[in-house]
């Protein structure tokens, strides 16, 4: 599986953006998909996953109630709905896909995009 992230920019604290992930090959739906992010100087972290069929969700604390993972099997593609960005907030954001129920875990993902890049202003 290749992924391709895009969607991130500059934007001012309060804004939103929207992420997306476009996967090649065919078997998009059999995966996990996660995104990640990783600001200058820190390790990366977990952000959002979805399950294969996009029934399970997770997130982590600092995001829950402003970002939103969803992803379009017949499409091949992830997203992530930014929304009341926060400095805090700037990173690179990768997406990610596996095959394990550890969703949160980037240990247990297998395949990984470039990543692009999110700057929220203050």
């Known amino acids: 599986v290749q992924l391709q992230a895009s969607g991130g920019g500059l934007v001012q604290s309060g804004g939103s953006l929207r992420l997306s992930c476009a996967a090649s090959g065919r078997t998009f739906s059999r995966y996990a998909m996660g995104w990640f992010r990783q600001a200058p100087g820190q390790e990366r972290e977990f952000v959002a996953a979805v399950s294969w069929s996009g029934g399970v969700t997770a997130y982590v604390d600092s995001v829950k109630g402003r970002f939103t993972i969803s992803r379009d099997n017949a499409k091949n593609t992830l997203y992530l709905q930014m929304n009341s960005l926060k400095p805090e907030d700037t990173a690179v954001y990768y997406c990610?896909?596996?095959?394990?129920?550890?969703?949160?875990?980037?240990?247990?993902?297998?395949?990984w995009g470039q990543g692009t890049q999110v700057t929220v202003s203050s």
């Open positions: 990610a896909a596996g095959r394990s129920l550890q969703i949160r875990d980037e240990r247990t993902y297998e395949y």
